[in-house]
């Protein structure tokens, strides 16, 4: 393998994990959610949510990993726009936290799949 097809990997793990965890976020919210909201059967939807979460778990450790490998091959640690990224990352891990401690404030699932969606965006701007 050569260098150039490893960091090809890196980065296709790095999307890969990133579109897990937002993916995940849109079809949990705009049709999971909606879906089962009126079940009966809660346990249904915390089985659905505790099997996402382990799985979001997996995806924010791939995303940290190939994200540190990256920043550092390609020398991107002074760039503004990485710090922003990575602003909003704590910001995410911080307001998934607090979701797993409060699960019924729905508006946390909102800022984190804006928070999520605004730092694709940065990372489109990191690789053009």
Do not use: C, N
């Not at 799985?55 to 940290?64: D, K, N, Y």
């Amino acid at each position: 393998m050569s260098e150039h097809d490893f960091w090809q990997a890196v980065l296709y793990l790095h999307l890969l994990a990133m579109a897990f965890f937002v993916g995940g976020q849109l079809v949990f919210g705009l049709a999971v959610v909606p879906v089962l909201r009126g079940d009966p059967d809660r346990e249904r939807m915390r089985s659905v949510a505790r099997r996402f979460g382990y799985g979001s778990l997996i995806a924010l450790g791939v995303l940290v990993v190939t994200g540190w490998a990256m920043a550092s091959h390609y020398g991107l640690w002074s760039s503004s726009t990485l710090q922003w990224k990575l602003g909003l990352v704590v910001l995410v891990i911080g307001l998934a936290l607090l979701h797993l401690r409060l699960p019924k404030l729905h508006a946390l699932q909102g800022a984190i799949l804006l928070a999520s969606l605004a730092i694709v965006w940065l990372g489109l701007e990191l690789a053009i």
